[in-house]
Nanobody, 123 residues
Framework: EVRLLESGGGLVQVGGSLRLSCLVSGFDTDFYSIAWFRQAPGKAREGVSCLSVSDDIRYYANSVKGRFTISRNNAKNTVYLQMNSLKREDTAVYYC????????????????WGQGTQVTVSS
């Protein structure tokens, strides 16, 4: 059974940084697409960043380019989202998602999801 467990969310001031982690278990392979999504109250879930199966393609939403970095450590079965220069509009529940196919930033493309971690950016 594939499981994803996010951690690292919290309350941070504008301009601060957080690093989200997603512990992945249950895959038979190290090769899977991984992505971070977020959902703010009253808004649709949006793709923040994703990493292809072979790590050769990275996607970032325009709103986070230059501030967020996605990475993975296969030895630790963990995917990270480093978030710098946080803004109030980054406040949301952040979810990691995974799929065995090489997919993009659309939520419907991902089969496996974590429960989410809250990120709140205050001024």
């Amino acid at each position: 059974e594939v499981r994803l467990l996010e951690s690292g969310g919290g309350l941070v001031q504008v301009g601060g940084s957080l690093r989200l982690s997603c512990l992945v278990s249950g895959f038979d392979t190290d090769f899977y697409s991984i992505a971070w999504f977020r959902q703010a109250p009253g808004k649709a879930r949006e793709g923040v960043s994703c990493l292809s199966v072979s790590d050769d393609i990275r996607y970032y939403a325009n709103s986070v380019k230059g501030r967020f970095t996605i990475s993975r450590n296969n030895a630790k079965n963990t995917v990270y989202l480093q978030m710098n220069s946080l803004k109030r509009e980054d406040t949301a529940v952040y979810y990691c998602a995974a799929d065995e196919e090489s997919v993009g930033p659309a939520p419907y493309e991902y089969e496996y999801w974590g429960q989410g971690t809250q990120v709140t950016v205050s001024s």
